[in-house]
């Protein structure tokens, strides 16, 4: 499959998990990917794997390395943004796919909180998220069909406990794509998200979740997966934005799509 022929995109991160899939995942379609991190590391592990020297070596195919260029960047960091955005546009020339993967998780007991660390995740999935998005609008505008891929999550929608900043954060990155959605839709510029769970990534089965030492499980009623054996891998996901950043998903716009192998149905 070449969906992504002479496509143009633009991805948050690409140094881990779903972001890295993701990346190769395009330049297997024959896209080219601009992709950004905080980690300078997880970025040359990604760019290796592309040029076939990584472990695993990525199954990107011949020339993908040539199509992609990194950058790192704090998706949380508003100058920052502003510059990064306009470097992917001149490696790209234009962007016509952004997905923003970028995100992180931290839990703890709600009455122990601090506010730095409920700002901390705000501002890198929510206020991050929205970053990118404003700078990159008008290339967008611009660009060859473009759409916009948010990462939310099940716990947007589903109870997690010890969670309630990065639930909170990710309502919010899914009303979000429903009203940039109503926004941009007669200019032909859609807004998807993407809520995994239950999928392996730095995040989850790397560092994990970070929980309480006193963690309540019985608090926690679902957790596996009704298909497979456990966890999926970062590429089920990767598969799906793919889908919704080419033309087969022409259709789809300010909505959610839950991939968590039924652990929530
Ligand atoms: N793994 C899951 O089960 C799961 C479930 C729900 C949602 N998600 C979402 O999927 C997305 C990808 O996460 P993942 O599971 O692959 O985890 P991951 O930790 O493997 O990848 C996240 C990446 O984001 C990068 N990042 C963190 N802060 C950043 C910042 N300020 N600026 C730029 N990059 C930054 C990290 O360096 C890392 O490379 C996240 O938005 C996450 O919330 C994952």
């Not at 929205?130 to 947007?156: H, Y």
């Amino acid at each position: 499959m070449n969906r992504y022929e002479g496509r143009r995109v633009l991805i948050t991160g690409g140094g881990s998990g779903i972001g890295r899939a993701t990346v190769h995942r395009i330049l297997a379609e024959g896209g080219r990917v601009h992709a950004v991190d905080v980690s300078e590391t997880g970025l040359k592990g990604t760019a290796d794997q592309a040029a076939g020297h990584g472990h695993p070596p990525a199954v990107a195919g011949q020339g993908a390395a040539g199509r992609l260029t990194t950058a790192v960047l704090d998706i949380s960091d508003e100058n920052a943004v502003t510059d990064g955005v306009a470097a992917a546009v001149e490696a790209l020339g234009g962007i016509d796919v952004l997905v923003n993967a970028a995100g992180i998780l931290r839990s703890a007991h709600t009455h122990r909180t601090t506010l730095d660390l409920w700002n901390k995740v705000i501002g890198v999935n929510l206020t991050g998220t929205f970053l990118m998005i404003r700078e990159a609008l008008p290339a967008l505008l611009a660009g060859d069909r473009p759409v916009v891929v948010n990462f939310s999550s099940t716990s947007a929608s589903f109870a997690h406990p010890y969670m309630s900043a990065y639930a909170a954060s990710k309502g919010g990155i899914q009303s979000m794509t429903h009203a940039l959605a109503a926004e941009y839709s007669k200019q032909g510029l859609r807004f998807v998200s993407v809520a995994p769970g239950s999928i392996e990534s730095g995040m989850t089965t790397g560092g994990g979740p970070g929980l309480p030492e006193d963690t309540d499980w019985s608090l926690f009623t679902k957790l596996a997966p009704a298909l497979g054996q456990g966890f999926a891998g970062p590429e089920t996901v990767a598969g799906v934005v793919a889908m919704l950043g080419s033309e087969d998903g022409a259709f789809i716009t300010g909505t959610e799509i839950r991939i968590d192998g039924g652990t929530h149905y």
